[in-house]
């Protein structure tokens, strides 16, 4: 291939991508990833990582470790998925995206291999992610598992510190229909002899994790409330409270890990500038609020209320569209009569239809509801209704507020975009 663009067209349309496609996507296990691994000469035993998984806040956690390595002087990589505009949001190191010119390089160096051993596009990717990582020499490498943990691609690795940040319902077509089994699923990145951070103690899932750690003599701690809440910049919502302290328990285990000093407070309070964190609270408007979130399942909807509660607002506004496989209902009735629906469907072939969404809605509560024919125009309906005092929040999905994110950058509308 001769162009960056030529090479990203083959991935999207050529490898199996479940963001997009769903369950033709996903394709747990890990002989694959391990051949390709083998193959590039193992670059993940070269590195000192930090692996992450978790039903909610994983991202979240990971930017903010990144964040406060970055701040401390240490050369950072940071692996994530899914991406908002720009598919090197995936792979940076100390927050700028991978070149174009390494992504191209690479998939013309082993395109025989990525086209013809039945990879996915998750696990090109952390392919590709672990080579640049271990070519750029970085000093720690964070990576985010994509779904579940035991059969995840990223599970090849062997951290210096593993990480969980919490575990509900969701992907249980996946991971298992109880937290029990999720919370085996997810305990399966827990490795022999490696510390392990539980970021929130759940009943009856604790235990899971404490067998998991004895049977491997993994050290397994759990995080503590955070010390330093009075010096954390105003923009925080409480919500993220739970990351951060996920986050500063697994920085704290690193320092005496690895012997090194680390700026946590400022780090934390940087981290928009020294990541591409995005989409998580974030605010592009005062009057009227308007507020991005990527709440997708239960257990975000039900801190995205409590957020709420926190807020003054007349009337709220809430733009919405999912991906399949998500408990729609449940949402839908979590959010009964607190505010105004603008409903559509995000542009991915896994995403929830017009007649999906609108039978997801409970038939014994009062809705006030429309359905539009895009993302763009239920905002821009949400926008011309609202007045200064009111609130708008883009929710749903990661490719909801992408949409919003990138028609907000192509045209000129009456909010200034801050992100």
């Not at 701040?71 to 505009?85: A, D, Q, R, V």
Request: with cysteine; aromatic share 10%; net charge neutral.
């Amino acid at each position: 291939m001769r162009t960056y663009n030529e090479a990203l067209a083959w991935m999207f349309e050529q490898l199996p991508y479940y963001q997009n496609k769903g369950k033709i996507g996903y394709r747990p296990g890990l002989d694959r990833v391990r051949n390709l691994a083998d193959y590039l000469g193992n670059p993940q035993s070269k590195l000192k990582l930090i692996h992450i998984a978790g039903t909610n806040g994983k991202g979240s956690t990971a930017h903010l470790i990144a964040s406060v390595l970055i701040e401390s002087g240490y050369k950072t990589g940071l692996f994530i998925s899914p991406h908002f505009l720009d598919y090197r949001e995936r792979i940076t190191i100390g927050g700028k995206k991978i070149p174009k010119e390494f992504v191209l390089q690479f998939i013309n160096s082993h395109f025989k291999v990525l086209s013809q051993w039945g990879l996915s596009f998750f696990e090109m990717n952390i392919g590709l992610a672990l080579e640049y990582f271990r070519y750029e020499k970085v000093d720690y490498a964070i990576l985010e598992v994509g779904l579940g943990g035991r059969l995840d691609a990223t599970n090849i690795v062997c951290p210096i510190l593993s990480v969980i940040t919490n575990i509900g319902l969701d992907h249980t077509e996946y991971l298992g229909d109880t937290l029990e089994k999720i919370a085996y699923e997810k305990g399966g990145i827990i490795k022999n002899k490696v510390p392990v951070l539980i970021g929130q103690r759940q009943k009856g899932i604790d235990k899971v994790f404490e067998n998991i750690s004895r049977t491997l003599d993994a050290p397994l701690y759990y995080s503590q409330p955070y010390p330093y809440m009075g010096e954390l910049t105003p923009n925080w919502p409480k919500y993220q409270y739970k990351n951060i302290q996920t986050a500063h328990g697994a920085l704290d285990l690193l320092r005496q890990i690895e012997k090194i000093d680390l700026q946590i407070v400022k780090g934390i309070n940087n981290t928009a500038l020294n990541t591409s964190f995005m989409g998580r609270w974030q605010v592009i408007s005062q009057q009227p609020l308007v507020v991005l979130d990527v709440a997708h399942n239960i257990e975000g909807f039900k801190e995205i209320l409590t957020e709420l509660e926190s807020i003054t607002f007349e009337k709220l506004h809430l733009v919405m569209g999912f991906v399949k496989g998500r408990e729609h209902k449940s949402i839908f009735r979590l959010l009964s009569e607190k505010g105004i629906l603008y409903l559509s469907t995000p542009k991915v072939e896994r995403a929830k239809s017009k007649s999906e969404l609108l039978n997801d809605l409970p038939g014994d509560l009062n809705f006030h509801h429309q359905y539009y024919p895009s993302i763009e125009e239920a905002f821009d309906g949400a926008l011309s209704r609202a007045v200064e005092n009111d609130m708008i929040l883009v929710c749903g999905s990661t490719f909801v507020v992408a949409e919003i994110i990138d028609h907000l950058k192509r045209r000129k509308c009456r909010i200034d975009f801050q992100g």
